[in-house]
Every structure is written in C-alpha cells, then in structure tokens.
C-alpha cells in the first residue's frame, strides 16, 4: 500500500550508486486525467500540473490511491513517493498536462491504514498517509487521508479527505474534501468536525509533514 509513517516520500536518496538498491526503469510519461496501476488496489493518477510561480516551483497534483480512497499530494521534479511495494519518482514536469514517472521496486507493499486514536480530543496524523480514526468516539470508523504538507508564503498547507466508514463498500456514501488548509481552520463536514490545531513541514527530505487536529463539537 501508500507507505505509512516515515518514508512516505521524499527527494530521492542518495543510493543510486549502492547495488543493494534497485536502478530506475525508464521514463513512462502520465498525462492529466490518466492513471498509473501499481497493484490491483493501489495507484495513482495526474489531476494536472502547476506550472512555477515566483513563490513555489511548479508541482504535480497527483491523487494517490488505495481502492476507491487517496489523498491528494503536490509534489515537485524529484519527488519519490512509495506505492503498493514500488518507488515512483516524479522525474519530469511538463505544464500543465503531463509528467514523466520512473520505477523501482521499493517500500513496503502491505495494507495502508494507520491506526490512529484521539489522545485528550486531539489526534496527529502523518502526511502522505491513510489514518483510521477508532476510540469508540462517534467517530469511530471514520478514516483520514492527508495529503504532503507544502510550505507557502502564507504558511504551511496541506489537503486532507475525510471518509466515512464503510466508504469503500459503497462510495456514493460521500466524503468531506478540504483541498487546502493551514492552522487554524475548521474541518466542517457531514464525516467530521475538527479544527486544524497545527501543521508542520517535514525536515529535510522529508515531504510527508504532519497535521494535529482537535475535535470540535
């Protein structure tokens, strides 16, 4: 599945030359609206490319997939996400409809949630993870996928899709989608109601971040 926890994503290492690590198969180009299968139930596809501004380099919007779930992830050239036992790097942009993708084996391959429980009302969920909400609370069975948490001009942001349970048996169910929130703001959905507490980049190669979140009533 999405790895989980440390190691989500991140620039590529410094292992290309280390024989222990798998090269790169060659360059496939995804273009927008198309989608990459990794594994029957995981994948992802490209929503489109933001080309580079003054304040950020140009990033593709990729939707990152566990069955009929996914969380949204912008990601830079260079970027390395790992997908249902494979690495994909984004090797090339190409604004607005397409980029170019390379393969290895690599990550862990098992299932995608984390198992995430409210600590005092607040709860603080890894990016570019799948988060499964259970204490009994009312919201138990409710799952959390977050997307990589950028830095901005106006702060860190990050996109973040809460599912109800049993979304994916029957996805006309609905989820609440919050494409970009920062600190401070309010999760107000028909699955959840939590306010944004924190948001914090991740450090160095580290693209995934964290958000902390505190129920609201």
Do not use: C, M
Not at 94 to 113: C, F, S, T, V
Not at 123 to 141: I, Q, T, Y
Not at 176 to 197: C, I, K
Not at 207 to 213: F, Q, T, V
């Amino acid at each position: 599945g999405v790895a989980p926890g440390a190691g989500a994503g991140g620039q590529d290492p410094a292992g290309a030359d280390d024989p222990a690590v798998a090269p790169w198969g060659a360059v496939e180009r995804l273009t927008r609206g198309a989608r990459l299968r990794v594994r029957p139930d995981r994948g992802l596809g490209l929503v489109e490319v933001l080309p580079a501004s003054p304040d950020a380099p140009a990033l593709a919007r990729l939707d990152v997939a566990a069955g009929p779930l996914f969380f949204q992830a912008l990601l830079p050239a260079g970027a390395v996400l790992a997908v249902g036992g494979e690495e994909l790097e984004v090797a090339s942009l190409e604004p607005p409809k397409a980029i170019g993708l390379r393969r290895r084996p690599g990550g862990p391959a098992d299932a995608p949630w984390v198992a995430t429980a409210w600590a005092g009302g607040a709860v603080r969920l890894r990016g570019l993870a799948f988060h499964a909400l259970e204490d009994g609370a009312p919201e138990r069975g409710v799952l959390v996928a977050v997307g990589n948490v950028r830095a901005t001009p106006a702060g860190p942001r990050v996109a973040v899709h809460v599912f109800p349970a049993g979304y994916a048996q029957d996805p006309t169910r609905g989820f609440d989608l919050h494409p970009d929130v920062g600190p401070g703001d309010l999760l107000e959905g028909r699955v959840l109601r939590a306010r944004v507490v924190a948001v914090a980049p991740g450090d160095g190669q580290d693209l995934a971040g964290s958000i902390e979140l505190a129920r609201e009533p």
